[in-house]
């Protein structure tokens, strides 16, 4: 039976399929450029450059980064113009925005994260699927103990999980923060904030609240050293929120926490916050929520099925959000979904 969602056209030639077949492609040459260096140098040129000098600049071949630069050229990533049988590249006002470092909003350390650890784990997503478990051993070596051991297995690792982390927010920071008005609650922590970077879209938008960021010592370490505090009014503390006190608060973010772990995990989480919690506080999780009829969103189902590649946990529809609160004593759960990457639910002690 035909279904009702397919044209024709797209029967007669199937281009989304095709698109999404080849989507892996396009993911390399955007990694590809990124690792080279390619957006960098077209920002900082004040004129638009040819691929030989480009190839120069960066110590490639000029065929190959002839071949990489149209293709970004292809996605609209890239300008080009052909004068007098050459053609000039120049950056594009989105590739100078997000892809090249030194830009405010840049995300290339998730880009750079995307590349080299979530492209390779992806590579054993059958296994995954057969397993039913994480693909780090099969990737990279031996695991080391829980979760976070792992994607902490070097200093090197750690720093690019916190660049990816932090690019997030880059994008969706604002949305998430303001998603509720937060600003009855005076002392917020951010558990497992890694570099602070919601934390001061937090501050940005209430001011008037103090907002502590609790991680890992080795993280706050490395969020200080690696990471600028502008606004040094946020504060971190150290410590483990499995295995040590939770500090008390009026409000717990947990940002892309929740999704990493068994529902027995989290459950033992959650409760855990809601005796830290001060009277009337609260809790916002901040996730990428699937619907609950299972049609969508694209981009939560992908993000459940790295969880499956990468960690214990996977991402949950609201309902079952609400359950896992309900059931750790927290209530007048609220959700809205920000129509961009991650949504918020709000629930109260």
């Known amino acids: 039976m035909m279904s009702e969602h397919l044209s024709q056209s797209e029967l007669d030639y199937p281009f989304r399929l095709l698109e999404y077949i080849n989507g892996f492609r396009v993911s390399k040459v955007i990694f590809s450029a990124s690792e080279l260096g390619v957006f960098d140098l077209l920002l900082r040129s004040q004129e638009a450059l040819s691929a030989q000098r480009v190839a120069q600049e960066l110590g490639t071949s000029m065929d190959g980064m002839e071949r990489l630069l149209d293709a970004l050229v292809g996605i609209e990533i890239l300008e080009v113009e052909v004068t007098n049988g050459t053609a ?54 031996p695991p080391s103990g829980d979760v976070f051991q792992t ?15 932090n690019s997030s927010w880059v994008i969706d920071g604002h949305d998430v923060v303001t998603a509720f008005n937060l600003s009855s609650f005076q002392t917020i922590v951010d558990l497992g904030g890694c570099t602070g970077a919601l934390a001061r879209e937090m501050l940005e938008a209430y001011p008037s609240s103090s907002v502590i960021v609790f991680d890992l010592p080795q993280v706050v370490e490395a969020a200080q050293k690696h990471f600028c505090q502008e606004n040094k009014a946020v504060k971190f503390q150290s410590g483990d929120f499995f295995s040590g006190d939770i500090p008390a608060a009026d ?24 005796d830290a919690c001060n009277p009337g506080g609260g809790v916002l999780l901040v996730e990428a929520m699937l619907f609950e009829n299972k049609r969508g969103p694209v981009s939560a189902q992908m993000f459940s099925l790295n969880m499956l590649v990468q960690a214990e946990g996977r991402e949950r529809s609201p309902s079952e959000y609400t359950h896992l609160l309900n059931r750790t004593g927290f209530h007048n759960v609220q959700v809205h979904r920000t129509g961009k990457s991650y949504d918020t639910i709000l629930a109260l002690r």
């Open 88 to 141: 000039l590249y120049s950056s594009s006002d989105v590739a100078n925005l997000y892809l090249a470092k030194g830009s405010s909003k840049s995300l290339h350390d998730m880009i750079i994260y995307q590349s080299q650890t979530i492209y390779p784990l992806w590579s054993h997503l059958g296994d995954a699927i057969r397993e039913g478990k994480s693909q780090y051993e099969k990737t990279f070596g």
């Open 151 to 165: 994607i902490y297995r070097s200093e090197e690792e750690m720093l690019k999980f916190m660049g990816l982390m």
């Open 251 to 274: 409000l717990y973010v947990l940002a892309r926490i929740i999704h990493d772990w068994s529902e027995e995990t989290c459950l033992t989480l959650l409760k855990s916050i809601y």
